[in-house]
């Protein structure tokens, strides 16, 4: 009896921020259920429902920052193809230069020996 007396006045809901069940707790006008562990004339030892809206706050700066990224990295990486296709260009030209160079040096000095 004792037992089941204790366990209908132990309320301990599960913390939607943590996930732990904590007999201190408060429950906002949106149904979530969050630690609250107070005494009386001293700061929160925990308070979960305000560490949920600054988290959710963070969530939703890194939600506009994630949509961001793409379009970052898409752009980045088009200026970088069109790079490497011109170094490419270059490159291969220079070493065009270089071979054609090359062959008449020795057609030349085959010439002259
Ligand atoms: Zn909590």
């Given at each position: 009896m004792n037992k089941r007396k204790k366990r209908k006045i132990i309320i301990a809901p599960k913390c939607d921020y943590c996930g732990q069940n904590n007999e201190s707790f408060i429950i906002t006008a949106t149904q979530h259920t969050f630690c609250m562990e107070q005494t009386p004339g001293?700061?929160?030892?925990?308070d979960c429902h305000t560490d949920w809206l600054n988290h959710k706050d963070t969530n939703v700066q890194e939600e506009k920052e994630k949509g961001l990224q793409p379009q970052k990295e898409k752009q980045s990486q088009e200026k970088e193809k069109v790079i490497t296709s011109e170094e490419r260009a270059a490159i291969v030209a220079k070493l065009n230069n270089y071979k054609t160079e090359m062959k008449q040096r020795r057609f030349r000095e085959k010439r002259l020996s």
């Open positions: 001293y700061p929160a030892t925990k």
